[in-house]
C-alpha cells in the first residue's frame, strides 16, 4: 500500500518505519527541512531505542522516504497519516493548528480518492473539523466527487518502548465516520492493519468522537494511577507505612493489576500532562467539569516539587553554598525527551534557592541544556551553577545529596561504597523508589524515598 505520514517526530516517524517494515511503501513528510535532511542523511533526531537501524533499512530497502513536500506526500498517498504535535494552548486547550493546516493542504493537493488517518491526540470533534477543512477546499477546486473520509486512530504507543509497542499492539483503536466512504476506509485500514491481526482480532472499531475520546480517557485513567499513588505515598510517609509494599499488595489483586502503581517525583512528558489539562477544558467548555482528572493534575504539579521540599526541610531554604547531584534528567527512561520532565521543576527551584547542581543523564544531556536554557531566560545567572556531566560519578564528587530523578538501568545497582566515598555527605533522595531503604542505611548512607517511611 502506498502511506505518506505526515510528521517526523515520536509517533510519525515510528509509524512511518514501522509500516514500512511491514512492506508498506511509504512517504514521511516533515515541515522542518533540517530534520528531513537528516533523515535523508540516514540520521535519527530522536532517541528511540532500535529506531535508528529500523529507519537506515527501510529507507536503504527503497521502503522509506522522507520529504518536506506535501504535493509529493499527497500524490504518493492510498492513507495518510497525520501525526504532527498538539501542544497545549495558555488555557490547556490542544493546539489544533498543524492538524488543521495539513488538511488544508490536503485539500489544496488531493487529485484522487483518500483515506486520511488522523494519530494526533486531538480532542472530540476534531475529525469532524478535518473533514470540513478538507471538504471545502475540495469544493472551492470543483473537487466534490473525491472521497476522502477521515478516520481517527489515536496512538498508543510509549516512548522508550515505542517500536515494540507499535508492531505488538495491545489494542488498535479505529473510530470511523458513518456512510459508504467510512465502510471503505474501514476495508482499507483493516488490509493496512492485517499483519498486527494475525493472531487475534486487536482492532477496536468504533465511531471517530469515541476513539477521540479513549485516546484522553486512557491517559487521564494512568495519570490517576499515578497521582492516587503519589498521594497515598505522602500519607504513608506520616503514619509510618511503606508505599512499596502497599503497592505490591494492592497490585496483586487482579482488579488493580500491577502498572502505574509507582510513587515518585510526578509524572511529565509530552502526553499526560498536556492531554489530562486537554481533557479538562473539553470537559468544562461541555458544562461536565472532571473533578477527577483536576485533582489528579493538582497533585502532580505539587508532587513535581516533593522532593524539594525534601532538601529544604533537612538543609533550609537558603541552599547557597550546597552542591546537589541529580541523576536522570529526561522525563522517564530510555528517551531523551524533556517535556515536562519533573527535572526541569526541580533543577530551576533548587538553582533559585542557591545551590550549585550537577547533573547526569546517559542521553538527555543536551536536550535538557537546551530546554533548561530557555526555562531560565530570564534568570540567566542560575545556569551558571548547573553543571552537565558526562558520568553519573562525576556528579557525585564532594555532593551533600543525590536526587535521583528518572529510573533509567545504569542507576539501579549503583557501587554504594564509592557514592558514599565520593559524596560530602552520603545521602540519596530517591525520587524512584529504585533502592533499598534497609540496604543503604546498612552502609551508612542517609536515604529518604517517596513514601518509604520518611521521617521527616
Ligand atoms: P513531535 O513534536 O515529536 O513531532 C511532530 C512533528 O510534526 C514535528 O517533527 C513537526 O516538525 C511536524 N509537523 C508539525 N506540523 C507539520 C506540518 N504542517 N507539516 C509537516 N510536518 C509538521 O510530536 P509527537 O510526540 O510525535 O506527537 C505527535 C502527536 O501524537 C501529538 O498529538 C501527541 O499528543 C500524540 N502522541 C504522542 C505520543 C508520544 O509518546 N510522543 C504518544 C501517543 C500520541
Given amino acids: 500500500m502506498n502511506v505518506t505520514v505526515v510528521g517526523a517526530g515520536y509517533v510519525g516517524l515510528v509509524t512511518a518505519a514501522c509500516l514500512a517494515e511491514l512492506g508498506q511503501r511509504v512517504v514521511c513528510v516533515d515541515h522542518d527541512q533540517a530534520r528531513v535532511v537528516l533523515l535523508q542523511a540516514g540520521g535519527v533526531p530522536i532517541y528511540e531505542p532500535g529506531l535508528d537501524e529500523l529507519v537506515q533499512r527501510n529507507q536503504q530497502a527503497g521502503r522509506l522516504r522522507f520529504t518536506t513536500s506535501m504535493a509529493l506526500g499527497v500524490e504518493h498517498a492510498e492513507v495518510l497519516f497525520i501525526a504532527v504535535g498538539t501542544p497545549p494552548q495558555e488555557d490547556g486547550s490542544a493546539d489544533l493548528q498543524h492538524v488543521l493546516a495539513v488538511a488544508r493542504q490536503v485539500g489544496r493537493l488531493l487529485t484522487h480518492d483518500l483515506v486520511v488517518v488522523n494519530k ?34 489515536p496512538e498508543f504507543l510509549k516512548e522508550g518502548a515505542a517500536i515494540e509497542d507499535f508492531m ?48 484522553y480517557a486512557a491517559n487521564a485513567m494512568l495519570a490517576t494511577r499515578i497521582s492516587f499513588m503519589n498521594e497515598m505515598a505522602l500519607l504513608a510517609d506520616r503514619v509510618g507505612a511503606d508505599i512499596d509494599a502497599v503497592r505490591r499488595g494492592i497490585g496483586a489483586d487482579q482488579r488493580i493489576g500491577h502498572s502505574f502503581l509507582y510513587a515518585g517525583t510526578g509524572y511529565g512528558g ?70 515536562e520532565a519533573p527535572s526541569r521543576v526541580v533543577i530551576q527551584a533548587l538553582l533559585a534557592r542557591g545551590a550549585t547542581v550537577l547533573a547526569h543523564d546517559p542521553v538527555a544531556g543536551s536536550e535538557a541544556r537546551r530546554v533548561l536554557t530557555e526555562d531560565m531566560a530570564a534568570q540567566p545567572g542560575l545556569l551558571q551553577r548547573l553543571h552537565l556531566e558526562e558520568s553519573p ?29 565520593l559524596m560530602r555527605e552520603p545521602l540519596i533522595l530517591d525520587g524512584r523508589n529504585l533502592y533499598d531503604p534497609a540496604l543503604l542505611q546498612a552502609l551508612g548512607i542517609a536515604y529518604l524515598g517517596i513514601g518509604r517511611r520518611n521521617a521527616l
Fill in 270 to 339: 509530552s502526553c499526560f500532562p498536556k492531554d489530562t489539562r486537554a481533557l479538562m477544558h473539553t470537559a468544562a467548555a461541555h458544562g461536565s467539569p472532571m473533578r477527577v482528572v483536576s485533582a489528579v493534575e493538582a497533585v502532580n504539579r505539587m508532587q513535581k516539587r516533593h522532593l524539594v521540599g525534601m532538601v529544604t526541610q533537612l538543609m533550609g531554604e537558603d541552599l547557597s553554598g550546597r552542591r546537589l547531584a541529580v541523576w536522570g534528567l529526561s522525563f522517564k527512561p530510555n528517551t531523551n525527551d524533556m517535556r
Fill in 393 to 421: 560519578e562525576a556528579v557525585l564528587l564532594d555532593a551533600d545529596a543525590l536526587l535521583v530523578l528518572t529510573e533509567w538501568k545504569c542507576f539501579h545497582s549503583p557501587d554504594f561504597a564509592r557514592l558514599r566515598d
Fill in 168 to 215: 505488538r499492539p495491545d489494542r488498535i483503536v479505529i473510530g470511523v465516520p458513518p456512510g459508504p466512504a467510512g465502510a471503505r476506509a474501514r476495508e482499507c485500514l483493516s488490509q493496512l492493519y492485517a499483519p498486527f491481526n494475525r493472531h487475534h482480532e486487536r482492532t477496536v472499531w468504533m465511531d471517530v468522537p469515541s476513539a477521540e475520546l479513549t485516546k
Fill in 120 to 153: 494526533s491526540t486531538v480532542p472530540v470533534g476534531t475529525g469532524e473539523a478535518v473533514q470540513r477543512v478538507i471538504d471545502e477546499a475540495l469544493r472551492v477546486r470543483g473537487c466534490q466527487g473525491l472521497a476522502c473520509a477521515v478516520v481517527s486512530n
